[in-house]
């Protein structure tokens, strides 16, 4: 037997993260705009706070949920309806997908997700031995839910979950409100557990409700990694309610122990300090990439690129296989996303991430636009 012959089932149905391919062979001093991060420098506040706490603080592992006052900040900051004893703090919010699935899905349950998604659901929920199973979202109304599809769907299979993210990876595109009313309200009708990843809600460029504020029936994955720039701290969570609060974190325990006691300690310090927050949401900057980015694309492609509600995806409709495109963009200097990598209904799109250094998204965008020019 060779060593591989004794991985799991499993582990062998992981599959790569197309996301991350992207990024394989791309040639030096390529432009990065298809990973999911807003890069910044650690200001000099942060610095300093970080320098104290290594000075002055003894790193134990801290409680299993996560360090109280942090929970505490998490409540009053995002939830009206999760105590701090409902929420426990995660390695980024991708642990807590993980977490959340695992503690919900046995073998041959069926899931349900939007297409386009965030690919890493379906890979988490696959591996977890439950099937996945999609509806499509309208890619001729900014991908809001189609009712139909959604109600076809339900009707024909006992589906136990559905997974949303809102404001989505990768549309950026948030559901209105009587959309998020229709869902919870159907979940509940046909007994589906609904789990919402809000990780982009704080970049929303308008205010949007958080699932949480519909009920106390829904299970909620958030952080920290995007909308303080800050996906190398690792810092997420989940927020359940507490009749299954403890399970969840027991399986969490016997996974990572805690998050990192450092980046739980300056978690802590960032949501106390509005300025930082400020500072560090940069919303301005965001919003002036966005309309430029839309702007020179829809010159480059000749029709109006709509503009969602939050940052910091575009998922633009190209008139080309979105691969080939992707392959071309690579050879050219400059890393996008292919949109067949988030589902079916991705096919002939592509994600970029404006949410980079303006200069170098000027030029990562002229390059693009070499690309579509040479068709
Ligand atoms: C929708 C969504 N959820 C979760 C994550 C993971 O976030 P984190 O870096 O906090 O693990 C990402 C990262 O790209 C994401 O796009």
Redesign the pocket.
Known sequence: MKIHDYLSDSVNRLTESG?RKVLQNAPPNSINLA???IPRPLSPLIKNYLNEIIQNEIHNYTQNQGIEELRNLISDCYYDNFSPDEICI????????FTVLNSFLNQGDLLLIPDP??P??KTIAEFTGAKVVTFALDCTKNFAVNRKQLESVIGKMKIKALLL?NP???TSHSLSTEDQEYIVKICREKKILLIV?E??LSLSFFPIRSFSELGKDIVI?S????SFS??GW???WFAAPSEVINKLTRLHQFTVTCAPYISQRLAIKLLQSKKLVDDYFLKNNLNRNQKHSIEFLSGELKYQIPTPDAAPYLFVEIPYDDLNFVQRCKSNGVLVVPGSVFGEMGKNHIRINYGVDFKLLEQGLKRIGEVINSY
């Open positions: 996301i990973l999911g991060e995660t390695v980024g919010a991708e642990e807590a997908i998604i965030f890493a659901y993210c989505s990876n990768p990843d990780i982009y994955i952080g920290l990694s995007k800050l996906t690792r810092i997420g």
